[in-house]
């Protein structure tokens, strides 16, 4: 089983600053590792596919990079409703894993 | 619209059953993979199990496997997850996620329901 790790676990950060979020695997997962966005009561959202690929309305002060085992969500410059908990998830073998999350607070 | 709507949660006891269904709308059901996935309560997500388009292909995490049974019936837009042996670990929200496939990338979840909570307890 792959084990995706993220870090921090709790980001405290002000509306505009910008933002980095680390998500490690702990095998190679090539590019193929997704980020997700989870605000509060709701279900999750997807942002980033295959390590880079912004989904379809995701703006685009959201950004992914990465390869292998290390992968980053960058925010450029955070917007009120950016602050959630995101999370990453592989589809490299089975069984799918996500990481345990990091909250982006204020 | 698209969506998807999930029912059949509720409380349970320890090793008791529940179905849970997923009917979908707004996009052509029978073309697209599907997925569960829980969240336990004030925890992260787990991914749960996968079903291709005609069936043929099933995946589960370890933590179900042998437990839990998925299924889906294309006549009906529908997707379903038959828990048996329910254990407390089990409590979760449990959502149907839309596998993207060949819109973005494989098992990228790009359309989730609304989740149905699940809690088992005596």
């Known amino acids: 089983e792959v084990i995706l790790t993220q870090s921090p676990a709790t980001l405290s950060l002000s509306p505009g600053q910008g933002v980095s979020l680390s998500c490690r695997a702990s095998?190679?997962?090539?590019?193929?590792l997704h980020w997700y966005q989870q605000k509060p009561g709701q279900a999750p959202r997807l942002l980033i596919y295959?390590?880079?690929n912004r989904a379809t309305g995701v703006p685009a002060r959201f950004s992914g990079s990465g390869s292998g085992t290390d992968f980053f969500l960058t925010i450029s410059r955070l917007e009120p409703e950016d602050f959630a908990v995101y999370y990453c998830?592989?589809?490299?073998?089975?069984?799918?894993?996500f990481g345990q999350g990091t909250k982006v607070e204020i | 619209e698209v969506q998807l709507v999930e029912s059949g949660g509720g409380l349970v006891q320890p090793g008791g059953s529940l179905r849970l269904s997923c009917v979908a709308s707004g996009f052509t059901f029978s073309t697209y993979r599907m997925n569960w996935v829980r969240q336990a309560p004030g925890k992260g997500l787990e991914w749960v199990s996968y079903?291709?388009?005609?069936?043929?292909?099933?995946q589960y995490a370890d933590s179900v496997k042998g437990r839990f049974t998925i299924s889906r019936d294309n006549a009906q837009n529908s997707v379903f997850l038959q828990m048996n042996s329910l254990r407390d670990e089990d409590t979760a929200v449990y959502y149907c996620a839309r596998d993207s496939s060949g819109t973005y990338s494989y098992h990228a979840f790009d359309i989730w329901g609304h989740g149905t909570l699940v809690t088992v307890s005596s």
């Open positions: 295959d390590a880079s």
């Open positions: 095998q190679s997962v090539g590019s193929y």
């Open positions: 998830q592989h589809r490299a073998v089975w069984p799918l894993t």
């Open positions: 079903i291709t388009t005609g069936s043929d292909d099933i």
